[in-house]
Structures are given as structure tokens and as C-alpha cells.
């Protein structure tokens, strides 16, 4: 009986000192497989607790708005609210507070697997809560049964050209998805405000279910024969339905998607993607309209295509230097890199200080499975180069690497050597946590996003007086 006189304030103290003893609190009070039924209790005390910090605090400062972050992409603004995750310059991205170490060792896997699963991942954004082995499974289960795609998306993805890059496939297909939106239906039968979430959350899931189809499809039309991808099996996980359908059969791979698939799901709620899906979506638009505006996004050079212009990148190091490049020649070839005005990719971030906790687990899977890999080695190597250099230039803020710099290294080791469908993976994955968050958008009844600008003209004026 003492376990349950434990209070909130004492609960989240024992989350910090003893994750796996919380993690089997909460367990044990809910465990349920029903995510709709869980959000639907927990978002009126979610929604009260909000209602009443504003109340309190709602005049409250947070910070201060300079000139230079209006002109330098609004860096160190706060000025948003981001439940699902929150980046710290140091440490590192940390899921609902839990690290992505505890997140291998806490988040459930797949029958003799050791990496975590990214049904668990979901569970834990948009519950907070770390799930059991039964609601992983449910959630597996529940994606596979809501796989299908309409005829319509299958016939537009068979009829773009191969050569369209997979990005603007993703893009493509997610948008002329939203004919399946609950929600639009929804809003245009004038459902009350209140119920929004309900149907955003049953898009999200449809979205989450069918992206690993749509991406499968990308792949095989652009790069093998276009022939079909297989039924799914619905007793499966989604990551080993996702690598069978993209015609992979090697366990250790679907090991690596599982991790690939958790890492890159959420990075708190100013990066690009992240950003775009929850400003499109407080128009109310629909999650498919919604998400793939944040592919879009995903699909620059400075955020998600960096994994790809990395692999370009040590393919010219290889071309021209070959696998067994000295320190001195790798650095004669970042300075060229940084003199033609390019950025080196995979190395720096807006909000990272130190290297990328997803750049360290995907280097501690490397060593562990393919520690002779030449590539694995050049990448290692210029982790040791790369940062003095950045240091040097005097400029660059975050001089180590991010998690692009590593993610396509271990996806050529098994073969998938298509470099620029790399971020449809990314992508695939990034649906987890901005879905998990434009559910909460909705729950919490955020408005239409709409900052104020000013010109250059009325800014100086107003200093002037001011
Ligand atoms: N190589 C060369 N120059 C770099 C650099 C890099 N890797 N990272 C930053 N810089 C430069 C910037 O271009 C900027 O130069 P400028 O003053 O001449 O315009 C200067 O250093 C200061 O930039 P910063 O404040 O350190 O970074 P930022 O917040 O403006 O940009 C990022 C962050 C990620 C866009 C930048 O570090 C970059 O371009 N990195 C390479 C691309 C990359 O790896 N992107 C992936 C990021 C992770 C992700 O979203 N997936």
C-alpha cells in the first residue's frame, strides 16, 4: 500500500534516481493497450494543469528578443511549447526526459533483439510514460492492420519518374494521402473543437502505418525493379515490416532500423521539420498536409538531406584520396571544402554544443558490428580531424559531428547503397514525434501560429524612438 501514498513530486524524483523503478510504477497503474483510451484520461488533467500554470504565469518573461536573433534565424528565441522532447546544448536530445541511452536499455525489443523498438518510442512521445512489452506489440499490430494504401497513391507513385528524387516522391504521396484524412472530414462536418484531437490522432496513426508502404514503394520503383513489395505481416513489428518490404532480410539490419528509426524521431520543436509540421497544422491543416510541409523541409541540405551530401562528400574522399587517407590528407581536403564556401556536412548544429548522442550510438553499433568497415574507419578518422579545423575557422559554433554524419555509413555496410533515399528514412521516422506532438497541439487547443515581423525600415524607426 506504501507504494501507492507515493506523491507526483516523489514519483518524479524517483524517475531521476531510479528510471527502471518509475518505469515500472507507471506500469503497474496503467496498463492498458488502448493509447486513444490512456490520451483521453490523461489530456483534461494535462489540459487543467496547463489552464492553471497560465493562469498564474501567462504575463510572466522568458527571455528577450535582440536584433540579431530577428536577422539570425531567431536562434535562442523561446518561443515555443514542445512536449514530446527537449534538446539540451551538452547532453543531447532527451525523449519525455529519458536520454537515448536509457531509451536502449528501458524501451521494449523485439524477441532477441537489443535495440529498442519505435512503437516504444511513440508510446513513450505521446504518453510520457515508458510502455510494457503488451502495448509495444498492440501498437505494432494496430500500424500493420492500418498499412493499406489507397489505389489512388499507388498509381501516383507508379507513375512518377524514377528520377524524381525520393524526397519529392515522399512529399508527393503524403500529400495526395490526405483524400484518407479523418480529421478534414471531420472539421468539414463541423465536429466540435474539442474532439480535434481525436482525429488527429487517428490520422497520425493511419500516416505512421502507411509511410513505411509509401517509402518501401519509392525504393523499388527508383532503384530495383519496381516490382511489388510483399504482404505485411501483421504478428511483425513496423521496422522489420519495413526493411522486408524494402527487400532486406538480414536480422542485423532490421537491428539497425529499429535504432535508426527510434534516434530520429524527434528533436524537440524548433528544428525545421519539427517546426513547419506544427505551424502548418495550427492552421488546421490536416496531418497529411501537415507533414509532408515538414518533409519538405526535412528535404534541405542544412537539416535532413545532410545525410546524403555526407555520403557524396566521402565518396569524393575516396575518389580522390582513396580508403587509406592520412590525417594530413583528410585535412587538405576540408580546408578545400570550407574555401569553396561549402559546408563540411554531418558536422555542426544550431542548438548542439557537444557531439550528437544519435552520432555516438549509431558509432557504438558500428563497433560493434562491422569494426573493420573502411568507410566506419574513414568516418572515425575524420571525427578526429574534422573539429580542430572547425574550431579554427573561428566562426562555426558546434565544431562536432551530428547524427548525419554516421547514419549512411552503416546503411551502405548492408547494402543500402542508395544515398539519396537516405532521408525518406529520416523522414519515415521523424513522423513519430511531430505526430506525437500536433496530437498535443490539438489537446491542448493551441492557436494559428502567427508572429509578428517587422521591416528593416519600421525595426529602425522604432529603435529610434524607442
Ligand atoms: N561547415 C562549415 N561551416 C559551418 C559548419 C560546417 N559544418 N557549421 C556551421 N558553419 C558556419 C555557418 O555556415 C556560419 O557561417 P557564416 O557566418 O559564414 O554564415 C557559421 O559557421 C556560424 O554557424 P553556426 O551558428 O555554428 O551554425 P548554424 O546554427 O547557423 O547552422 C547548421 C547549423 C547545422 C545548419 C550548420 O552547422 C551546418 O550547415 N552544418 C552542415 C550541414 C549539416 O550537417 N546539417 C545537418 C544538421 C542536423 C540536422 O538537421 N539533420
Redesign the pocket.
Known amino acids: 500500500m506504501a507504494l501507492f501514498r507515493i506523491t507526483t513530486t516523489r514519483i518524479a524524483e524517483t524517475q531521476r534516481v531510479f528510471p527502471q523503478l518509475s518505469v515500472l510504477l507507471r506500469q503497474l497503474s496503467d496498463a492498458s493497450t488502448d493509447l486513444k483510451a490512456i490520451l483521453a484520461a490523461r489530456i483534461p488533467k494535462e489540459q487543467e494543469r496547463v489552464k492553471s500554470f497560465r493562469k498564474q504565469h501567462g504575463a510572466t518573461k522568458v527571455g528577450e528578443v535582440t536584433v540579431d536573433m530577428m536577422y539570425?534565424?531567431m536562434?535562442g528565441i523561446k518561443g515555443l511549447v514542445c512536449e514530446t522532447s527537449v534538446l539540451d546544448p551538452d547532453e543531447g536530445i532527451r525523449f519525455r526526459g529519458y536520454s537515448i541511452p536509457e531509451c536502449q536499455k528501458l524501451l521494449p525489443k523485439a524477441p532477441g533483439g537489443s535495440e529498442p523498438l519505435p512503437e516504444g518510442l511513440f508510446w513513450l512521445l505521446i504518453t510520457g510514460d515508458i510502455p510494457t512489452d503488451a502495448q509495444v506489440k498492440a501498437i505494432s499490430k494496430e500500424w500493420a492492420e492500418r498499412a493499406e494504401l489507397p489505389a489512388h497513391v499507388v498509381t501516383l507513385l507508379n507513375n512518377l519518374p524514377t528520377s524524381l528524387h525520393p524526397m519529392s516522391q515522399l512529399s508527393a504521396a503524403v500529400t495526395a494521402l490526405n483524400s484518407e484524412s479523418k480529421f478534414a472530414k471531420a472539421y468539414a462536418s463541423g465536429v466540435h473543437k474539442s474532439k480535434f484531437w481525436e482525429y488527429i490522432y487517428e490520422d497520425s496513426m493511419d500516416l505512421i502505418a502507411k509511410l513505411p508502404v509509401v517509402a518501401a514503394t519509392i525504393y523499388r520503383n527508383s532503384f530495383k525493379d519496381g516490382s511489388g513489395i510483399g504482404a505485411i505481416d501483421t504478428s511483425k513489428d513496423w521496422s522489420y515490416n519495413f526493411t522486408t518490404m524494402l527487400g532486406y532480410d538480414n536480422p542485423e539490419f532490421v537491428e539497425l532500423m529499429r535504432l535508426y528509426l527510434t534516434i530520429h524521431s524527434d528533436?524537440e520543436g524548433g528544428?525545421?521539420?519539427a517546426h513547419t509540421v506544427h505551424l502548418v497544422g495550427s492552421a488546421l491543416s490536416d496531418p497529411y498536409l501537415s507533414f509532408a510541409a515538414g518533409l519538405n523541409g526535412?528535404a534541405g541540405?542544412?537539416?535532413?538531406?545532410?545525410?546524403q551530401?555526407?555520403l557524396i562528400w566521402l565518396q569524393k574522399i575516396r575518389k580522390q584520396i582513396g580508403d587509406k587517407a592520412t590525417e594530413e590528407q583528410l585535412k587538405d581536403f576540408i580546408w578545400k571544402?570550407?574555401k569553396s564556401g561549402?559546408?563540411?556536412?554531418?558536422?555542426?548544429?544550431?542548438?548542439l554544443r557537444k557531439t550528437?548522442p544519435r552520432y555516438t550510438c549509431q558509432r557504438e553499433f558500428a563497433l560493434k558490428h562491422l569494426p573493420n568497415d573502411a568507410l566506419f574507419q574513414l568516418v572515425s578518422k575524420i571525427y578526429k580531424v574534422?573539429p580542430p579545423i572547425?574550431l579554427e575557422?573561428g566562426?562555426?559554433?558546434?565544431?562536432w559531428p551530428?547524427?548525419?554524419?554516421h547514419s549512411g555509413v552503416l546503411l551502405q555496410y548492408y547494402g543500402l547503397k542508395e544515398m539519396n533515399y537516405y532521408t525518406v528514412l529520416?523522414g519515415v521516422s521523424r513522423a513519430l514525434g511531430v505526430l506525437a506532438s500536433l496530437v498535443w497541439d490539438r489537446a491542448l487547443g493551441l492557436p494559428i501560429e502567427r508572429p509578428k515581423s517587422m521591416s528593416t525600415d519600421g525595426l529602425m524607426k522604432a529603435l529610434k524612438a524607442a
Open positions: 539570425g534565424g536562434r528533436h528544428n525545421v521539420s526535412l541540405p542544412l537539416h535532413g538531406l545532410a545525410n551530401e555526407v571544402t570550407l561549402q559546408v563540411v556536412p554531418g558536422y555542426g548544429h544550431a542548438v550528437d574534422v572547425l575557422t566562426k562555426v559554433k558546434n565544431p551530428n547524427v548525419d554524419a529520416f
